[in-house]
């Protein structure tokens, strides 16, 4: 990945400018963070939503049946 293919050129939790060693891919884009930390911050944040939707379907689909 390189700094210039990021979709943003701020931190989205800092506002600060992006940093080439905190970058990620997500939905098939790069996307830049300040530093590691926040990037790992967005990282598991993502990870967390993505739980809690699957939790939501997988609890849907018992109440269909």
Same mark, same amino acid.
């Not at 060693?21 to 993505?50: M, W």
């Given at each position: 990945? @390189? $700094? /210039? !293919?990021? $979709?943003? /050129?701020?931190?989205?939790?800092?506002? @600060?400018? $992006?940093?080439?060693?905190?970058?990620? *891919?997500?939905?098939?884009?790069?996307?830049?963070?300040?530093?590691? =930390?926040?990037? !790992?911050?967005?990282? @598991?944040?993502?990870?967390?939503? =993505?739980?809690?939707?699957?939790?939501?379907?997988? /609890?849907?689909?018992? *109440? =269909?049946?």
């Amino acid at each position: 990945m @390189k $700094i /210039e !293919d990021a $979709i943003n /050129e701020t931190c989205p939790w800092s506002g @600060k400018p $992006i940093s080439a060693d905190s970058l990620t *891919l997500y939905n098939g884009a790069v996307v830049g963070f300040c530093n590691p =930390e926040c990037r !790992d911050k967005f990282a @598991k944040a993502v990870r967390s939503f =993505e739980a809690a939707l699957q939790a939501r379907r997988v /609890e849907r689909a018992g *109440l =269909e049946q």
